[in-house]
């Protein structure tokens, strides 16, 4: 589950199914999500009527099979909602058609983001993506989702700096994008804004 994107990732595992049998698997989706992605690896996908349906006329050759795919959460990511209802149809040529259900799990997002709390010290690292003598060059940068840029005067210049972040390590791994736009962005360890 990504919280900041609000997506959620669903990894479905398959297994023991038999070799070459019509395999069904449909879940039903929340009313406030979109299918994003999936595995192109079936025949047949389909969303109506609020449950997702994936066809394999013929089921691989492996017993072993994982599917995944991604939602989007187009309101707000609810903080309790329940998810995997679904079911596993195929015909067994001994047992008949098999049906195999997944009840749903509730997922409790609060209880997993309740963190202890934390000391901040009061610096923190800042990427400099900027400088000039222009004070209003905020819209000039492109950033990266749920990032805040700053601008700071030093004399005569105005320096642009994006974060806060609570590492070295955070602001390097968050640097590679920013130096898409800028070459020469680099990391400062300032007080905290």
């Not at 069904?24 to 009527?49: A, C, G, N």
């Not at 990511?77 to 799990?105: C, H, M, N």
Request: net charge positive.
């Amino acid at each position: 589950m990504d919280t900041f994107a609000q997506t959620l990732q669903t990894s479905l595992c398959f297994i023991n199914i038999p070799e070459g049998v019509s395999l069904r698997w449909q879940q039903r989706l929340l009313p406030q999500v979109k299918l994003m992605s999936y595995d192109s690896v079936s025949t047949l996908s389909d969303t109506s009527d609020g449950i997702f349906t994936v066809i394999w006329p013929h089921f691989s050759k492996a017993d072993t099979f994982v599917y995944t795919f991604t939602v989007l959460f187009t309101d707000s990511l609810p903080t309790v909602f329940s998810w995997g209802e679904g079911a596993l149809l195929y015909v067994d040529s001994v047992k008949g058609i098999r049906k195999i259900k997944t009840k749903a799990q509730n997922i409790d997002r609060q209880s997993k983001e309740e963190k202890p709390t934390k000391t901040f010290s009061k610096y923190a690292y800042y990427i400099q993506v900027g400088s000039g003598s222009n004070h209003d060059r905020k819209r000039d940068y492109r950033l990266h989702r749920g990032d805040e840029i700053y601008v700071e005067k030093s004399g005569r210049l105005y320096r642009y700096i994006v974060g806060p972040f609570e590492t070295e390590k955070q602001a390097r791994e968050r640097l590679g994008f920013y130096r898409k736009q800028v070459s020469d962005a680099f990391i400062v360890k300032d007080k905290r804004k």
